[in-house]
């Protein structure tokens, strides 16, 4: 079955700056990725999705990249605000059944 | 228009005991699925379903039950509760015909002495 890595596990950075997640993923027939935010103590929340046939898709400040041929996705967040601060999850999935999830980012944006 | 609710919200059961989570939709998504949240753990799939009587197991069924009378309701059983299985649970579901995004119900906070 599918299988999905994250890296980093934290990541730490300085408000402003940029965030990167990285996530590979296992089965090649995998074609849906979608990214999710979870504050503490809150349920996840969809913040972005890529479907295989796009390599890049941008949504104000929060872009997602998709290499297939590496299969691996990343999720990338500009000009970065306290508000960022949750946790974010990858995920991915063939046509959106038994979604598979990474194991999670903490992200800390210090003002 | 409520989405995905669940019931309880935090739960305290003892070794042995069964119970049942509830998960119910008003949405008319076909698409319902159960995943359980542990630190370092990420979502793991339980259980899912694709419509009324059809069920199917995920990365970590044991231990779990589940049915699918109606498209509104996907309950989660536990038929003998162990302490591996204190965890956060979290039923979500989608359309299977309108987009891919998932809604996810606000959880169920479970803790087995």
């Known amino acids: 079955g599918e299988n999905v890595e994250q890296h980093p596990s934290t990541l730490s950075v300085q408000e402003g700056d940029s965030a990167v997640i990285k996530c590979t993923y296992s089965d090649s027939a995998s074609n849906y990725f979608p990214w999710y935010k979870q504050e503490l103590g809150k349920r996840p929340q969809l913040i972005i999705d890529?479907?295989?046939?796009?390599g890049e898709k941008k949504d104000q400040r929060i872009a997602v990249t998709l290499n297939k041929t590496a299969k691996h996705f990343s999720l990338h967040i500009t000009e970065t605000q306290p508000e960022d601060s949750a946790v974010y999850f990858c995920?991915?999935?063939?046509?959106?059944?038994?979604?598979?999830f990474g194991t999670g980012t903490r992200l800390q944006v210090f003002p | 228009n409520a989405g995905v609710t669940q019931t309880p919200k935090f739960q305290v059961l003892k070794t042995g005991q069964s119970m049942t989570l509830q998960c119910a939709q008003d949405?008319?998504?076909?698409?319902m699925s159960w995943y359980r949240q542990d630190p370092g753990m990420g979502l793991r799939l339980i259980h899912y379903?694709?419509?009324?009587?059809?069920?199917d197991q995920g990365e970590v069924p044991n231990g779990y039950n589940v049915s699918r009378s109606t498209t509104e309701d996907f309950p989660l059983r536990l038929l003998s509760a162990a302490p591996s299985q204190t965890s956060v649970y979290f039923c979500?579901?989608?359309?299977?015909?309108?987009?891919?995004?998932?809604?996810f119900g606000s959880g169920t906070r479970l803790t087995v002495v």
């Open positions: 995920a991915a999935s063939i046509n959106t059944d038994k979604l598979i």
């Open positions: 979500a579901s989608r359309d299977l015909g309108a987009g891919y995004g998932y809604t």
């Open positions: 890529i479907r295989s046939n796009v």
């Open positions: 949405m008319n998504h076909e698409y």
């Open positions: 379903s694709v419509g009324a009587g059809i069920t």
